[in-house]
């Protein structure tokens, strides 16, 4: 489903990602590691689009389609979605219609007619229930004074009116509490599909405690420097990340 | 300029306008050496020379009054709010509405007709506050407006009295008013534990009219009122507005203003508040939206004289094209002054290369144990907050639309009357949109 080859990323001169190639087939839920200034969420923010970033090599291809061609909402409407590690505010915009909005864009692209609100509840209500919400949260406004869990159960809820194929949750985890991690790692394992592909980025094992990887890829330096089962992030909850760094700085000189 | 009422006015009025014409021929219009007017214009108001505006009873010729049907778009839905509309200036009785549902001791009147009546409810008020809070040598045009001011309202909420539906001035001007001068004085007061909500609302049926509005406002909000008063300058945009709004808030008054400036080719607002006593609050919002070549001045000035005072200012401004935007606050805390909560915000979203602004805010403070803040920028919208929204699949523009109307609900959304929030709303998305 999900083709990387060779990506290059640089962000003003410095490059960050540097040559990261990866498949990700359709039902799989890959883990993405790595420590701090890997580039493991610039990764994640090329994907979707992120304009910060500038792609100097490389190729991404979702369902064949080429990912770099395409604007921001260009990759959404061909079902990319991004859990953001920081969601925006956005005052005055009510949860409801910035939904609605999105949601009907999505359709717009894919040749379908847009719902009206009326309609746009009804599917809501069985939406809400991903992320163990009631109907009160849509009528405030985007992120709008949301607690670090409600931002990120937002995304969730996000994720799920959109229905992508490719699903990237980058640091979904961070700032979270014990319980607002579990009713977000449950409305994850809740959208996992057979046709649907999910890429998870994270610092920590924890959150794969509960969204349990088929692959874990740990990136350091730009490059992924290991692959594995779901017992590479056991392994790295044991040692960290020191050896793998090591083995990014040899594997630089080599290259 | 001869006004038909000035033989027949009350002393205080005439005392007045002596008083603005003695002040205003010695200082003038302000120039570009006035700091106080540095980046205004006021050089095509000045190099004009106005005409009288169509006075009550004068043949209008080709503009006839508005009817009431061409006044509902600026009515809020609401013709039941005590409305007082304002032709040009003057004042139509006919086009005015609810006058007579106010509850007892409330007056919603014209003042050229308080003024100029004995006997009228008004008039130990007017003989206790008209020019005392807005005085000759508070601005250059507050003395040409005391010298020549025309009509206005005046509104008296009696003590104790909880106005149930709002008080809604429309000043309104017609193709009538090409070439001349309205100079318009307002005056709110209300007593003591009242509750009362003002809108001023200066409006156009001529968009391409070349008018100049001169504004006073006084309010004085006496101990334990509330007042909420909300100013819309929507003139057309080859107009000229200067208005001051001064505002006197008494011991546990609270005060919350809101004022939107859309219109004009130049619009100028002087707001400044007196806190002259103990445990007032004083709520200041104000939104500005710019295109073209407009300029759009906003200088605000709050005093805060006594101790355990809080005041809190915030005014946003979205500016296009090559049009410019000017901000001045000053927030002056005295020695007594204590305890003072002090915060002032001014933020400016710049959607094109050419706009510009220049922000400037002034604190003075004299008191020690006082929690004083100030902000200012000046910026585009967040490359992230777009990219969020673009990333959910909103097209770029409908995310940059999307992101500006955010950015002005912050302060719409503290308008406490709703139907004015949904106006207010529905004008900023006009103005996205494109639309007039």
Redesign the interface.
Known sequence: MLEIRDLRATAGDKEILKGISLTVNAGEVHAIMGPNGSGKSTLAQVL?????YEVTGGSVTLDGRDLLDM???E???AG???A?Q???E????SNAY?LR???N??RK?RGQEELDPMDFMDLLEEKLKVVEWGPDIMSR?VNSGFSGGEKKRNEIL?MAV?EPQLAILDETDSGLDIDALRIVAAGVNKLRRADRATIVVTHYQRLLNYIVPDFVHVLAGGRIVKSGGKELALQLEAKGYEGIEEAAGAAGAVA | MTNVLVTQEKPVAEMLRRAGQARFDAVGYPGPKDEDWRFTPVQPIAQTEWCAAPAPGDDRGATPQPTAEELAAFEFGHPDWHTLVFVDGAFSETLSSALDALPEGVVVASLADALGRDGHPAGAALEAHLGRHATVETTPFAALNAARFGDGAVVLVPAGVELERAVHLVCVTTAAAAGAAVHTRNLLVVGRAARASVVESYVTLAPEARSFTNVVTEVVVEAGAWLEHTRLQREGEAAYHVGLTYADQARDSHYRHFSLQMGAAMGRHDHQVRLNDENIESLMYGLYLTRGEQVVDNHTAIFHDQPNCRSWEVYKGILEGRSRAVFNGKVFVQPAAQKTDAKQTNRNLLLSDGARVDTKPQLEIFADDVKCTHGATVGRL????L??????????A??QR??T??F???V??EVALEPVRAQL?RLVLGRLYGEA
């Open positions: 979707a689009g992120h304009p910060a604007e921001p909402e990759r959404a409407q990319v979605f991004l953001f920081y969601p925006v956005i005052p005055g915009v910035f909005a999105a949601y864009e999505v692209a406004a996000q959109l | 967040d490359q992230t907050a990219f969020y929204a673009r990333s959910r699949g909103v097209p770029a409908e995310a999307l992101l109307y955010a002005a609900a912050e719409v959304e709303n």
